[in-house]
């Protein structure tokens, strides 16, 4: 699982943090869960606030949004994203 920051204008990626980054995968049983999609969250959010974004366009890929998509999602708003 993975989350990234890009800047539409430039296409840019700015940030990105996933389960296998250090930190994140620390105490995961395994980096395909639940649990892991809401640390991926709860990064993505953090990285963000550093650099001084708050709102951005959540785009999941054709992914259906269940399970670790929503996870990810709810956390990373719980952690102050706006989209």
Known sequence: MYAQLSDPL????LTGVSTR??????????TGGIE????????I?????EREIA???FN???FV????????ADAAREA???F
């Open 10 to 13: 430039s296409g840019r990626t």
């Open 80 to 82: 102050g994203l706006d």
């Open 65 to 72: 949004y269940t399970g670790r998509i929503k996870a990810l």
């Open 55 to 57: 709102q951005v366009a």
């Open 45 to 49: 959010a953090k990285l963000a606030r």
């Open 36 to 43: 892991g999609a809401k640390r991926v969250g709860i990064a």
């Open 21 to 30: 980054s250090p930190g994140i995968r620390e105490g995961l049983r395994s």
């Open 60 to 62: 999941r890929n054709g």
